[in-house]
């Protein structure tokens, strides 16, 4: 005897035949708009276009089929249709509201979380990861940073692993920008990224992402060493402040600065580095660009700076560029220092001739390369200073001559004593001091002079 259907039975078959009519029907929407879109190549995609081509009408994508996790699962073998894609689902993030805004105006979307994971799992698919088409990997990387956009403060990927695996791709768009093989359009996508990392707030994912599991240095330092072997005079001005103010959002993110990006930092002041040979244009810019995010974060920077040169300074032999750069970081703050030169200071008593001689030079370009009168810290340094001129070696008493020249022609303040202990060399034992005594205050009257010449010739003014 057939089983006789309830109201109740016959409902739940027509729920069931209904469901399976929409998802075919949404399965049959996908491939019909992967067919249609098959005819039409992306203009901007490194894939061969089709030629002689009818144009067609553009329809409108859902955004429920954008962000449903399957929707660039359809696109087959074809870089065109991929990238038409991506530009749509980039083109919906980028209209879709943060979590920050939702939660200022008050008004959540309770399913919005779910959809950016859909999505994230859909975009750190490997096919696309390392796809061979430029234009895609690029168009990838901006559907990712805004993805990062919208769950910021927060990670939208399940795992550490997947975030690396999203800043490697960044690595590798930023270090594609200015490339003869980078087109305009990618380069504009790339500029894009960068500057949606530095105004979005995913700064503190980058800066405390861990990356020991895959033996690696940490990201912010793979990130720093890519941004300054980036710039160069031929990237715009927008490019730079982009680029120094993701730098410094990632230092005052950071949960402390290690000596791997401290010497990230530094490295375009090493005079002896061998790219200087090679492209002086270069390390120009990025000096420049140490000098604003250092001068930026220096409250940050001051301790790990005092940290690193003063177990620096203890080696011996202390590397002789060093010194060179403590002089040039003093020029951009002087506080960034404070609690290394008394460190400096020690030196001036060292055995070691060349240790002395480098304390010397060191502190005589600091005194009088220092802003303003001396404060009480700086006065107490140069009276130590000023002990040199009894040094036993001739080779010291000639440098501290020279050394105190340069403060005695900018620390008016400080001349009484200078000229005392100048008085004294004019005596010393060795006649090689008492000659440099001699040519150092004859030059440095002639400097002095205001000189000036007329038609009835020179006329000079001290």
């Known amino acids: 005897m057939a089983q006789r259907k309830t109201r109740a039975t016959t409902a739940a078959e027509r729920l069931a035949a209904s469901n399976n009519v929409a998802s075919t029907r949404a399965l049959h929407r996908q491939k019909s708009t992967v067919t249609e879109e098959s005819k039409t ?15 067609r009408a553009k329809r409108a994508t859902p955004s429920s089929d954008i962000f449903s996790g399957t929707y660039l699962s359809y696109t087959g073998h074809n870089p065109s249709v991929l990238s038409k894609r991506l530009k749509q689902m980039w083109q919906s993030l980028q209209t879709t509201s943060s979590h920050l805004e939702q939660q200022e105006d ?26 061979q088409d430029n234009h895609v990997r690029s168009l990838l990387a901006c559907c990712l940073v805004e993805l990062l956009r919208l769950s910021a403060p927060d990670s939208p990927f399940d795992s550490q692993d997947d975030l690396y695996r999203v800043f490697q791709l960044f690595i590798e768009q930023l270090q594609a920008l200015g490339k003869k093989t980078t087109t305009k359009i990618t380069e504009l996508q790339q500029m894009h990224m960068l500057e949606s990392l530095a105004t979005a707030k995913t700064c503190l994912l980058v800066a ?22 980036l710039i160069d005079h031929k990237h715009s001005v927008k490019l730079e402040h982009l680029m120094i103010n993701f730098m ?7 949960n402390d600065v290690d000596i791997s990006l401290l010497e990230v930092l530094i490295q375009p002041f090493v005079s002896t580095d061998v790219r200087s040979a090679t492209n002086d244009t270069t390390i120009k810019f990025s000096t420049r660009l140490a000098e604003e ?14 940290q690193y040169f003063n177990n620096v300074l203890v080696e011996t032999p202390t590397p002789s560029h060093v010194y060179a750069i403590i002089a040039h970081l003093y020029k951009i703050t002087p506080s960034l220092l404070h609690s290394v030169l008394p460190t400096i200071c020690l030196q001036l008593q060292a055995e070691n001739i060349t240790i002395r001689s480098n ?41 501290m001559i020279q050394k105190s020249i340069l403060i005695w022609e900018s620390k008016q303040e400080v001349s009484e004593w200078i000229e005392k202990e100048l008085s ?32 009835d010739g020179i006329e000079s003014s001290v």
């Open 41 to 55: 190549e992306d203009p901007d995609s490194d894939h061969d276009q089709v030629q002689n081509q009818t144009p």
């Open 106 to 131: 008050g008004v959540l979307d309770i399913h919005a979380t779910q959809k950016l994971q859909l999505v994230a799992t859909e975009l750190l698919q490997e096919k696309l990861l390392h796809h």
């Open 208 to 229: 405390n992402l861990d990356t020991t599991l895959h033996g690696e240095k940490r990201m912010m330092v793979q990130v720093f060493e890519t941004l300054f072997d």
């Open 248 to 254: 410094v959002t990632c230092i005052e993110e950071s």
């Open 293 to 306: 995010i250092i001068g930026r974060t220096s409250e940050i920077l001051q301790s790990p700076f005092s």
């Open 359 to 399: 304390a010397i030079t060191l502190i005589g370009n600091i005194l009088a390369s220092s802003p303003g009168n001396f404060n009480s810290e700086l006065l107490k340094i140069f009276r130590d200073f000023l002990t040199r001129f009894r040094d036993t070696s001739k080779e010291i008493r000639i440098l």
């Open 424 to 455: 004294l060399r004019a005596c010393d034992p060795e006649w090689e001091v008492r000659q440099v005594v001699v040519h150092e205050i004859c030059d440095f009257a002639a400097n002095s002079l205001d000189i000036k010449r007329n038609h």
